[in-house]
């Protein structure tokens, strides 16, 4: 069964930095793409940042570009998300996301989701 479990989140003030981890189980992810969204109080999921199988191609958020920075050890399956230079707006739930295929950016694994607070 596989499994993605977000960690990392919690209470900040704006400025600060914080980085978010999400362990795969079941399943190896090496080869395949993977992302971050984010739920905010009263919206829709958005996306945040997407990683190619491999790492070598990134992509984020007009919102989080030149703040956040996505990553991923494949050896230890595991995808992060740093976050900084933190702003209120920025307070979400987050969530992990894996894509079963190879090649694709077409998640089908999700986790259970991370709070993060930013406060003014």
């Known amino acids: 069964q596989v499994q993605l479990v977000e960690s990392g989140g919690r209470l900040v003030q704006a400025g600060d930095s914080l980085r978010l981890s999400c362990a795969a189980s079941g399943r190896t992810f090496s080869s395949n793409a993977m992302g971050w969204f984010r739920r905010a109080p009263g919206k829709e999921r958005e996306f945040v940042a997407r990683i190619s199988g491999r790492g070598y191609t990134t992509l984020y958020a007009d919102s989080v570009k030149g703040r956040f920075t996505i990553s991923k050890d494949n050896a230890k399956n595991t995808l992060f998300l740093q976050m900084d230079s933190l702003k209120p707006e920025d307070t979400a739930v987050y969530y992990c996301?894996?894509?079963?295929?190879?090649?694709?950016?077409?998640?089908?694994?999700w986790g259970q989701g991370t709070q993060v607070t930013v406060s003014s």
């Open positions: 996301a894996a894509a079963s295929r190879i090649g694709t950016y077409a998640f089908d694994y």
